[in-house]
């Protein structure tokens, strides 16, 4: 048996939200920009959580696992929205806070070497 989720009134306003901005990024000139600085802030967040982990040290295979998966979800939430067209900016955005982090987390790898 399936269990329908409550439309609360954060859900209303979360997908409104998402709504509002896929509309207003229809200009690709937006659309590109806005991707771009997901990928940068998440270029960032990605090279920071690489470094914090190295430091502590105490917990490295913990952030690594918590890590690839946050990745692979991000992975199958892009499958899963692939296939719908209205959700085409969510997929770009998805891809572009994937590659931030994959990268951030790359680059802090070869510091580690």
Excluded: H
Excluded at 35 to 57: D, K
Aim: glycine content about 4%; charged content about 20%.
């Amino acid at each position: 048996m399936v269990v329908k989720p409550q439309n609360t009134k954060f859900q209303i306003q979360v997908v409104e939200n998402v709504q509002t901005l896929s509309i207003w990024a229809n200009n690709p000139w937006r659309r590109y920009s806005i991707s771009l600085i997901t990928l940068l802030i998440s270029y960032f967040i990605g090279s920071s959580l690489g470094m914090v982990s190295a430091v502590v040290e105490l917990m490295d295979p913990v952030a690594a696992f918590l890590s690839v998966v946050f990745i692979e979800i991000l992975i199958v939430l892009r499958r899963n929205f692939r296939s719908e067209r209205k959700k085409k900016f969510l997929v770009l955005f998805l891809d572009s806070l994937r590659l931030g982090l994959f990268y951030g987390f790359f680059t802090e790898s070869l510091k580690l070497l």
